[in-house]
């Protein structure tokens, strides 16, 4: 009790620099992965034997969330942020499972980069010619983009840029794919028009099958969805955000009805969400059943069971209090590189706290397929 006073300017100091690190340009997370040592050499011949440091590309599909619309809030306007995306951003200084892998590995390739004017993809209305590759790289997500629009257009890219690049062997290169998408699926989910869960399972099957043929020595995360309607619930501390929601209504017109027709809305989605992850689930049983030496289909619960209404209201964007904003996309990097080196029964089903550390591997810590 004595020594308390001597410590408190300590203690205040600490917490000074996590609030500082936590809302300035440096991530918390991203400082904390510079302190884990190197691993030593590695070469993997199996993908049940992969280390952080035998991945050379990273890569992604998605929808806004990974092309990271709306990161930077109002200021930012309708641009993507994709060099901070949470699965696959490049930039400097950026808490993201790219530069978590950069660690380990200083010449990995793929990582997005910077910003731009968002990029629209949505079944028929896909306009040609709208990916930027020297900042998108190896970043396939579309906004607006939904399941139909993995195979038909965003892997279609990423085959294409993989085969032109000179710094990528497609064939002997590990490569870790991260796939997360039914967020547009599921806000239509109150139309008569929606994806079911079978169309769901059907056109990631057909996904992940392009992936295996034509993309080799691939580990892929496929990532679960969260309950999008909690984000209606966050919103409603917020009077801005309740207003943004009244406007904006259109990005996700199911979740944000209100009165009774809403409550019912909102019920639906959320039970539609638990139908894909089931089949998330199943899919990754399946492939783990084939028991491939060079292609792999791993669950990552980390949004299964979130509650995004127990997030302070920063965990959205000021752009329209939908869209993950840079805290956020940092807690999902760090919550997705956590579960990538935690065996499946181990696995958290929602995200860590804010400021959370990233796991330090060691030369024993494997990607873990199972």
Known sequence: ACALPRMMPRLLACAGLFVLLLFSGIGLCERLITSCPALPPHTA????????????????????????????????GMNEYRGQSWAIGADNNATTLHNYFKQFNPSIQG????????????????????????????????????????????????IMELQA?????????????????????????????????DEFETNMRATLEKIRTNILRTFVNLVEIFNISQVYTLSL???????????????????????????????????????????????????ASKNYTEFAVVDQPIFRDLKIESFPIDFLSTLDCFHPSKVAHGMMATGLWNSMLTPASQKQTSLPPAGEPPICPTADTKLYVS
């Open 45 to 76: 011949t199996s993908i049940h034997d992969l280390r952080p440091n035998d991945i050379k590309v990273v890569l992604a599909l998605g929808d806004s969330i990974t092309a990271a619309f709306g990161l930077s809030g109002l200021q930012g």
């Open 111 to 158: 990582g997005s980069l910077g910003f731009h004017f968002f990029e629209y993809c949505s079944g028929p209305l896909c306009p040609p010619y709208q990916y930027h590759p020297e900042q998108d790289q190896m970043n396939g997500a579309q906004s607006g983009a939904t399941v139909t629009d993995l195979a038909m257009h965003e892997l279609n890219y990423l």
């Open 165 to 197: 690049s000179p710094k990528i062997d497609i064939k002997n290169d590990w490569k870790v794919m991260t796939i997360l998408i039914g967020a547009n699926d599921i806000c239509a989910s109150c139309d008569t028009s929606k994806i079911n869960p």
């Open 237 to 287: 501390t917020s009077k801005y955000c309740k207003d943004a929601h009244r406007v904006l209504a259109f990005e996700c017109d199911c979740a944000f009805d209100g009165g009774a027709k809403g409550n019912q809305t909102r019920l639906f989605m959320d039970t539609v969400a638990q139908q894909y992850n089931a089949r998330i689930r199943k899919i990754v049983s399946d492939y």
